[in-house]
């Protein structure tokens, strides 16, 4: 892993007749070696004289990126590194993470380097924030002004308004003011990004980072600047179906990070696992003719199975505290089976002395117990991580 720490451009350093506070503009990079010069060149013509600040590319390529980004910061006026990283964590929002944490100015500002995002309103982004007090600025291609003409082709167009529209009925608090939840181009208030970090922590996955920002550091006012977002100076798009998919489990994650959502998914999961369970039960009781109490303890089996998976990779990815994944199927099983401790006397009750017939009394004891299991799962099994 290769490190060039930016230098610090203390507040003190900026001339009295500029407004724009000291600003870090974080930059993530994959193989974006033919934009850099060109980017850099309208990054140091966008700033005020006088101004504080800093540019720190967190690179995660594959190509010459990083000693590009060395060569041109040689001929910048102002101070640029890079961070290339030896394991991409993340993606480009774990990138940006990266790079908040290794600058230290009171503004962040986060764009691509495909040029796509004019640096020409990262000036008038700080100045949105200071002039109305909030603490994230989006630059919005929604927004009354906006444009997203630089979406290549119809399909790009039909995914991001697909991506925002699923996004703002997900987080309608959280995402209330932003019409471009997966805008790449914004400034937040550092103190915002340090609160979300202290309360929630930031556990970002793919490169849609705005939203992890908006919904976990929850930042005090939102202000947004229409802007056109231009076409790709050089290189390829970084958008694929990889990357929906990782946006769609990232969706999960965040919907469940509190309890009570995280409770009703697993509610909805523990439902859908009835269909398995059941079925197995059905299978056994009318196929083999086995007694109802053993074919239960059977069917346990498959819903528990089919309830881990779902689980595990969505509702607690993030909260995982084994490392190995058959540990924790072991545990959640052990669990599961533990329960039939409370079912099968209920169901035995349910089914001799209140006539119910076993399938039926069998969904009515997984409702009963449902409560119980959820608390286990969600304070035990996956308790939360700190540190």
Not at 157 to 168: I, N, P
Not at 256 to 262: G, K, L, N, Q, V
């Amino acid at each position: 892993m290769t490190t060039s720490a930016p230098r610090p451009v203390p507040p003190s350093d900026v001339a009295p007749t500029t407004t724009l506070p000291a600003v870090s503009l974080v930059v993530p990079t994959f193989n974006e070696a033919a934009n850099i010069d060109e980017l850099l060149s309208r990054i140091c013509a966008a700033m005020p004289d006088g101004a504080a600040v800093e540019v720190l590319f967190v690179d995660d390529s594959t190509d010459n990126t990083p000693e590009v980004v060395r060569d041109a910061a040689m001929r910048c006026p102002i101070p640029v590194a890079v961070h290339h990283r030896s394991e991409p964590h993340g993606g480009l929002g774990g990138a940006v993470v990266e790079g908040i944490a290794r600058t230290t100015a009171p503004w962040i500002v986060v764009m691509d380097a495909d040029l796509q995002h004019p640096p020409h309103l990262v000036p008038e982004l700080i100045a949105g924030g200071e002039r109305t007090g909030a603490e994230l600025v989006v630059a919005s291609r929604y927004a009354d002004g906006g444009s997203r003409s630089g979406l290549a082709g119809g399909y790009r167009v039909l995914v991001s308004g697909a991506s925002t529209f699923v996004a703002k009925a997900i987080f309608p608090r959280a995402l209330r003011g932003v019409s471009d939840p997966m805008s790449g181009f914004f400034a937040i208030r550092r103190e915002a990004v340090e609160r979300g970090t202290r309360s929630e922590g930031l556990r970002p996955l793919g490169y849609k980072i705005l939203l992890e920002l908006a919904v976990r550091c929850r930042p005090r006012g939102v202000a947004e600047l229409p802007y056109e977002f231009g076409e790709r100076f050089a290189g390829e798009s970084k958008s694929t179906i990889r990357e929906g998919l990782r946006f769609l489990r990232h969706l999960a994650l965040l919907r469940t990070a509190e309890s009570r959502a995280r409770m009703i998914a697993f509610g909805l999961v523990g439902a859908s696992g009835f269909l398995p369970n059941l079925a197995v039960l059905w299978l056994l009781i009318h196929g083999t003719g086995m007694h109802y109490v053993p074919a239960e303890i059977i069917a346990n089996q498959a819903g528990l199975i089919w309830n881990f998976l779902i689980i595990d990779s969505l509702v607690y990815r993030d909260h995982r505290r084994q490392r190995r994944r058959s540990l924790r199927m072991l545990n959640f099983a052990a669990l599961g089976n533990a329960d039939l401790v409370v079912r099968i006397p209920l169901l035995a009750l349910l089914v001799t002395a209140l006539g119910i017939p076993p399938i039926p009394a069998t969904a009515l004891s997984l409702v009963v117990v449902f409560a119980l299991r959820f608390v286990v799962v969600d304070r035990v099994l996956y308790r939360r991580r700190t540190g």
